[in-house]
């Protein structure tokens, strides 16, 4: 699967930020300079570490009955959200992902607190799995609520 | 269909061709006048203001009155663009002068009818009516609100949008005076009104400190407007001059009127109070004073209840009660099943609207692991220990005893926080208590449970907790089950829904 590239998407989103604030700053004062050095030294700390470890949780399943994600580094949560329950499938690709060839799908519920985001999925992947949700979906009844 | 972009024409009443037993209806005609009077308060003070400062110079006449046209001229504008029709499947309406709106809703899809008269409503006979569909509330959109039709044909919608696989009666001849035809006053059983003793929780429920500083809000806009910065002016007085007794008094007085005023706003909001089972398998609520509220729940969507207990309240051993459904925002407590009463009533208005013989929430709740209570204290007194460090190094040196002063109080609160923890699961409902400020013990059905989050924080997960969310439809969206342990939370979650966690617990146990 794809989980190195997602990682490299992390990087890449965080990193950006980061040479922003280098890139402005000009003449600082000492503390500033301080400050600086320890958003840079945090920053590639966080930007060495967050992603793998985050890669390493982060796993996601569909089974005929449900769908699963776990995601998180320091806090971790698991969503689980029944099929018959899912109200829309979306599909999302944000300008990073589509370099990396990579979708994000979102699955909600009724619930304004449940939706289920599988972040990172191969482009393919990310479409098969919506088409299969969408079938199943629709082969259970009731109006999910 | 009709075409709803042609202009009304002749008449304003006229309605347009269209197929039997879905005319258009408009708001009533009265709203013309009560509209700049619900909305137009404001504008109507800026003219008093212009009129009567001058010495009655011209332009300051025809500023007012051109204001007051203003009004009317756009009240009649939207009474002119607004129109809705109940046809067999669905509910229209459609609004708008310059941006046109058209909103439909399925009739199998309406929840909740919620009728609104404010003052301005009420001296004209009108009613506002808002109109919930199992959708989440988006915040700023008010759904399906028609402002206002007549008392009448508002209790006549109220009854036809509620009753399912009934046809719909033949509307009424359109314009003016809609529900020519009898409405039938259907007997409803009482589950719950208001006693008088109930006011004792009035002050406790520190409403009127509420009410005071929202007045003190507005009157410091207006104040402003008029070009006084009251405030301002009242931190200088204070700030050049501080003296311990003049800032006791306020504090003391704000707190005395705080209690006195508390009372009769209770008695407003909650005044006829009556929550009644019609019979068309509806709760209905009823209350208030000057704004009348009427809010009626499909009995079938909800998803269970949630008794409230601010601290105050709790301490006075007194509960509210709030619907779990689909279909009602929080927004102006429109889910409120039972405004603040003795804690007994409370069960028992749950027990009625469930339908149950015994309290879900009278339950005996399991109390969570001894690491929660660590948890709980940490996360109430640690911020205060940082505000505190954080004005010791960088506040004038009066400032940093005042947080160290309320660490004990919130070590207190996080211990009664812990001791709230609890859940339990009996054959239908999941219980979850949370909370100390606003102890919130809710019943959830479990067949209202459509999906688990669960979270462990990094702390969490080194003490063996986790949160677990059982989300649904209804209500807030999720329902927490605070710093459970790991096995025991897992447990509960498979149990309430079978089935549903159990293909991926394989995987979590062989995770850690």
Same mark, same amino acid.
């Given at each position: 699967m794809l989980w190195t590239m997602q990682a490299a998407l992390f990087w890449l989103v965080l990193f950006v930020p980061q040479l922003i604030v280098f890139l402005l700053v000009s003449e600082p004062p000492t503390w500033e300079v301080a400050l600086l050095a320890a958003t840079g030294a945090v920053g590639l700390l966080h930007t060495a570490v967050e992603p793998s470890w985050r890669y390493r949780v982060h796993r996601w399943e569909t089974t005929p009955d449900a769908v699963y994600t776990l995601s998180g580094w320091l806090s971790q949560e698991w969503r689980v959200a029944p099929v018959s329950r899912i109200q829309t499938i979306d599909t999302k690709r944000g300008p990073f992902q589509q370099i990396l060839g990579l979708a994000t799908v979102t699955v909600t519920t009724a619930s304004a607190a449940g939706p289920v985001e599988i972040e990172g999925l191969d482009h393919d992947v990310a479409r098969r799995l919506v088409v299969e949700l969408t079938n199943t979906t629709q082969a259970t009844p009731g109006d999910a609520t | 269909m009709s075409n709803p972009w042609e202009a009304p024409s002749g008449l304003p009443a006229a309605p347009e061709a269209t197929e039997p037993r879905s005319e258009w209806h408009r708001l009533h005609v009265r709203m013309l006048v009560v509209r700049p009077l619900n909305e137009g308060v404001t504008a109507l003070a800026a003219v008093f203001f212009l009129l009567f400062t001058g010495d009655g110079e011209k332009w300051r006449i025809i500023a007012s009155s051109a204001t007051v046209a203003a009004i009317l001229a756009f009240s009649y504008f939207v009474w002119r663009t607004t129109k809705y029709r109940i046809t067999d499947e669905r509910v229209e309406l459609h609004t708008g002068l310059f941006t046109r709106k058209q909103l439909a809703v399925p009739r199998d899809r309406i929840r909740t009818v919620d009728l609104t008269s404010k003052p301005g409503h009420r001296i004209f006979g009108l009613s506002a009516v808002r109109i919930g569909t199992g959708q989440q509330d988006v915040p700023g959109s008010d759904g399906l609100t028609l402002d206002a039709v007549t008392q009448e044909e508002a209790e006549r919608l109220r009854v036809l949008l509620l009753q399912k696989g009934v046809a719909p009666r033949p509307a009424a001849e359109p314009g003016e005076e809609t529900s020519a035809e009898p409405v039938e006053v259907p007997r409803s059983e009482v589950i719950s009104q208001l006693d008088l003793k109930w006011l004792k929780y009035a002050p406790l429920s520190l409403s009127g400190l509420v009410a005071i500083g929202a007045l003190i809000g507005l009157l410091t806009n207006y104040a402003d407007d008029f070009g006084l910065h009251p405030v301002q002016s009242l931190f200088e007085w204070l700030f050049e001059d501080p003296s311990v007794g003049v800032i006791g008094a306020s504090a003391i007085g704000l707190v005395v009127a705080g209690l006195v005023l508390s009372v009769p706003i209770y008695v407003m909001q909650f005044w006829n109070y009556r929550l009644t089972r019609e019979p068309d398998a509806t709760l209905r609520v009823q209350r208030g004073l000057l704004t009348t509220r009427s809010v009626s729940v499909e009995e079938q969507r909800l998803r269970g209840v949630d008794i409230q207990e601010p601290l105050l309240v709790r301490a006075g051993k007194g509960a509210k009660a709030v619907a779990v459904t689909t279909g009602l925002g929080s927004k102006g407590e429109s889910?409120?099943?039972? =405004?603040?009463?003795?804690i007994e009533v409370a069960h028992q208005v749950t027990r009625d609207v469930l339908k149950v013989?015994?309290? =879900?929430?009278?339950r005996t709740l399991r109390p969570h692991p001894f690491a929660a209570l660590r948890r709980s204290l940490v996360r109430h007194v640690v911020p205060w220990v940082v505000i505190a460090a954080g004005l010791a190094v960088w506040a004038p040196s009066w400032a940093w005893p005042i947080p160290v002063a309320i660490i004990p109080f919130a070590a207190l609160v996080g211990w009664d926080n812990y001791r709230s923890l609890g859940h339990a699961l009996d054959d239908r409902y999941l219980i979850t208590r949370n909370n100390s400020l606003v102890r919130s013990t809710v019943a959830l059905q479990r067949t209202g449970i459509i999906g688990w989050r669960i979270r462990r924080s990094f702390f969490q997960r080194r003490s063996g907790l986790m949160t677990i969310g059982a989300t649904t439809a209804a209500g807030a969206g999720v329902y927490h089950v605070t710093d459970v342990g790991e096995a025991d939370g897992l447990l509960l979650a498979d149990a309430a829904v079978p089935d549903l966690l159990r293909p991926f617990l394989a995987e979590k146990s062989t995770e850690d």
């Open positions: - | 889910n409120l099943l039972l =405004p603040p009463a003795p013989d015994d309290d =879900p929430t009278t």
